[in-house]
């Protein structure tokens, strides 16, 4: 209804876990961090729980969108199911047939552990989430850990991750359940938005939706957050009334006054209860008997200006008179919004001042040369310039000067790591760099990981329109960073990119060995690699022999790495750890991102 008229392409508050429509605050990456994390070890549980509408499914969501192609995902929206019912939906999920009149419960888990056998030796990942688990019976939870008992001799067959509201904490601390609590290897609990992070969260949805001018006036915004407590889902239903009234009123800034309205009515308050007090008790039937005596005493004009007043006052249309009868708006709604000075101005013909953040108002202005932008062609010195904006940063990747396709941005990794490929090549990517030796790591985080990392990653940039490009980053000081865009290299401010970036980058790295898991008890000439690779990262002089075996010892000495590195502290040498480990052995021969030349 509203959005031609705010010239949005679709609505931008709605309540469908879209996932082009996530917000990366610092909490939602962490716990997607977390997701991708507890994904790429072996076996056990992983837990993500939150309040309601604080954007668990919607990362759920993105979560699938993350994972590699080699992974079959079993999704289960409604777990209040029997322990039958849940193993046929599993196996549903993931096109495991089995008898239509199936009423054993061996009989499913028969099948779907051929499955996961048949998965497993082609090289597949199966992981199983579990959406709302907090209403999971106590009987199928238990089912649910004796899945993780489907194993090869080396690792678990199924992943699972179960997402659910605080109860679920409650339910798994209870001493019956004690040994599926010990299997979760992750857990992390989502808290909703802060008080910034609420405003990047209004303009980030409408940004998506196409509408670049400022709409929501930012003490409209910080309204929002104190009514919706920074929950994402009471954020979207406040702000879609809010269009919806501005809209009725022909406005085109929202206000304070037009929030608390829709606030009311999303919540089935009517404005006059609210205020109801002694004093109102009392000039109700006052009001009442002035207009009983207005009626009898004075001539109809002076009754039509009372009768208006009295009718406001009880929170009733007043009629219009025949002379108002033109008047486009009527009466009480202006009233109702009258106290609103943002709204007065915006009718006035002049705006409030533009909310920090907002995007600039026109793309004229932004594609002044060399206004916001420092370019310059790849191989040469970045020029000294002010950071670009988001909106510069789409306008690049929206060229139609840019291939259609992501492979500039693995161009410029190949540059700086002196990996060969063939000029103009179309087939840059993950698998062409697994065939000179490298491969991708996919990660989620913010700023402060790519400064741990410390190497040139690939962003993923979510458009306006959903579309996803990727751009290299190259450079990062502290409030700026440098993305290799074609064949240039343009510098912008970290929170503009935090706008278009959604936390996913991939990083090119050198797997020393195939095995992506090492544990006490493991042994071989990998377990020897982590060794020399812990000796050269803490600075000793290499010993002239290693021990072979994963120990006690070594699991301290992995923790004590994994410590430094801010990863999750485990005492495994999965991928992650992996990674830091192979990075740490290139030494000055890194291209480091926060010590480049200028």
């Known amino acids: 209804m509203y959005t031609e008229y705010f010239k949005l392409n679709e609505p931008p508050f709605s309540l469908t876990p879209d996932p082009r429509y996530l917000f990366m605050s610092e909490r939602h ?21 939150g309040d309601v509408g604080s954007g668990k499914t919607t990362l759920c969501r993105c979560l699938i969108k993350q994972l590699p192609p080699e992974t079959d995902v079993a999704l289960i929206l409604n777990p209040r199911l029997t322990v039958l019912e849940l193993l046929a939906a599993v196996c549903d999920e993931l096109g495991i ?26 090289g597949r990942r199966t992981v199983l989430i579990i959406d709302e688990a907090q209403n999971l019976q106590e009987d199928v939870l238990e089912q649910i850990r004796l899945l993780t008992n489907l194993e090869t001799s080396k690792e678990k067959l199924l992943q699972i991750i179960l997402i659910g509201q605080p109860e679920l904490l409650t339910i798994l601390k209870q001493q019956k359940l004690r040994q599926l609590a010990q299997r979760i290897t992750a857990r992390y609990h989502l808290l909703a938005l802060t008080k910034n992070e609420t405003s990047a969260y209004i303009q980030h949805r409408l940004l998506v939706s196409g509408r670049r001018d400022p709409l929501f006036t930012r003490r409209a915004m910080h309204r929002i957050y104190r009514l919706s407590r920074g929950v994402p889902r009471i954020i979207n239903i406040i702000c879609d009334r809010a269009l919806l009234g501005a809209y009725a009123l022909d406005k085109q800034r ?16 009517l404005p006059w209860r609210r205020r109801l007090h002694i004093t109102w008790m009392i000039g109700i039937p006052a009001a009442a008997i002035l207009v009983i005596a207005a009626a009898i005493f004075l001539e109809p004009a002076g009754l039509s200006t009372l009768r208006r007043k009295a009718e406001s006052l009880f929170g009733r249309s007043p009629q219009p008179s025949a002379a108002a009868a033109g008047q486009s708006s009527p009466i009480p709604a202006q009233q109702a919004y009258a106290g609103d000075s943002s709204n007065q101005a915006a009718a006035g013909g002049f705006s409030d001042p533009k909310p920090a953040g907002f995007l600039p108002e026109s793309v004229e202005a ?17 020029m000294a310039g002010k950071t670009g904006t988001s909106l510069q940063l789409i ?19 190949y540059r700086l790591y002196g990996i060969q490929s063939a000029e103009n090549a179309s087939n840059i990517g993950c698998e062409d760099a697994r065939s000179k030796g490298f491969e991708c790591y996919f ?27 990727q751009a290299a980053i190259v450079g990062l000081e502290d409030e700026a960073a440098t993305l290799a865009i074609g064949n240039r290299e343009y510098r912008f401010s970290v929170s503009e990119i935090n706008r278009v970036w959604d936390g996913s980058f991939i990083i090119l790295w050198k797997p020393p060995f195939a095995k992506r898991l090492l544990s006490i008890g493991d042994s071989g000439k990998e377990v020897e690699w982590i060794r020399r690779a812990l000796d050269a990262a803490e600075g000793k002089t290499p010993a002239a022999t290693y021990s072979e ?11 004590g790495f994994q410590r430094r590195e801010t990863l999750i502290q485990d005492g495994f040498v999965g991928s992650e750890t992996l990674v830091r480990l192979t990075i740490a052995q290139l030494g000055p021969k890194a291209p480091f991102i926060t010590r480049r030349t200028r």
């Open 366 to 382: 932004a594609k002044a040369p060399d206004a916001n932008v420092a370019q310059k062609p790849a191989g040469g010195d970045v």
């Open 97 to 122: 047939s089995y008898p239509a009149d199936a009423g054993s419960i061996k009989v499913l888990i028969d099948a779907l552990n051929r499955r996961l056998l048949e998965s497993h030796a082609r």
């Open 254 to 269: 929202i206000g304070t006054a037009i929030v608390n309205r829709a606030s009311r009515e999303t919540r089935g308050i």
């Open 549 to 559: 075996r994963f120990d006690q010892d070594l699991k301290q000495r992995v923790l």
């Open 395 to 413: 306008e690049l990747l929206t060229s139609a000067s840019l291939p259609a396709k992501n492979e500039s941005a693995f161009a410029g990794l």
């Open 29 to 49: 990456r962490e716990g997607l961090a977390h997701l991708l994390y507890g994904v790429q070890q072996s076996g056990g549980f992983v837990q993500l729980t």
């Open 443 to 469: 990660d989620v985080g913010n700023w402060l990981k790519l400064r741990r990392y410390n190497v040139p990653a690939i962003l993923e940039i979510v458009l306006p329109n959903g579309r996803k490009r």
